[in-house]
Nanobody
Framework: QAQLMESGGGSVQPGGSLRLSCAAS????????MAWFRQAPGKEREGVAR???????TYADSVKGRFTISRDRAKNTLYLQMRNLKPEDSAVYYC????????????????WGQGTQVTVSS
């Protein structure tokens, strides 16, 4: 059964760091592109970072230089290292998987986790 489970969210002050993890079932991560999305209250879900099977990464302009996406093939786990967090980074963060996943277009991503809350506030 395809499964993605996020963890690592929490509350942090501006300028702080968090690392999100997404534990995946093997058929959900192997040979598939992976990504992190986020959704703030009243806003649409947006792509944050993606990584393809070759390790090529793409980032939203708003997080470039602050966030790093990576995948551990041995552990079937996706990560998002977030540094220099800002209040506008507050959102529910979702892990997603796709057999293609060339862009952040939502319809490309067919497997989703339940999300983990990130709150950045002083």
């Amino acid at each position: 059964q395809a499964q993605l489970m996020e963890s690592g969210g929490g509350s942090v002050q501006p300028g702080g760091s968090l690392r999100l993890s997404c534990a995946a079932s093997p058929d959900t991560i192997r040979g598939r592109s992976m990504a992190w999305f986020r959704q703030a209250p009243g806003k649409e879900r947006e792509g944050v970072a993606r990584i393809d099977v070759d390790g090529y990464t793409t980032y939203a302009d708003s997080v470039k230089g602050r966030f790093t996406i990576s995948r551990d093939r041995a552990k079937n786990t996706l990560y998002l290292q977030m540094r220099n967090l800002k209040p506008e980074d507050s959102a529910v963060y979702y892990c997603a998987s796709s057999p293609s996943g060339y862009t952040f277009t939502l319809i490309e991503w067919n497997t989703w986790g339940q999300g983990t809350q990130v709150t950045v506030s002083s």
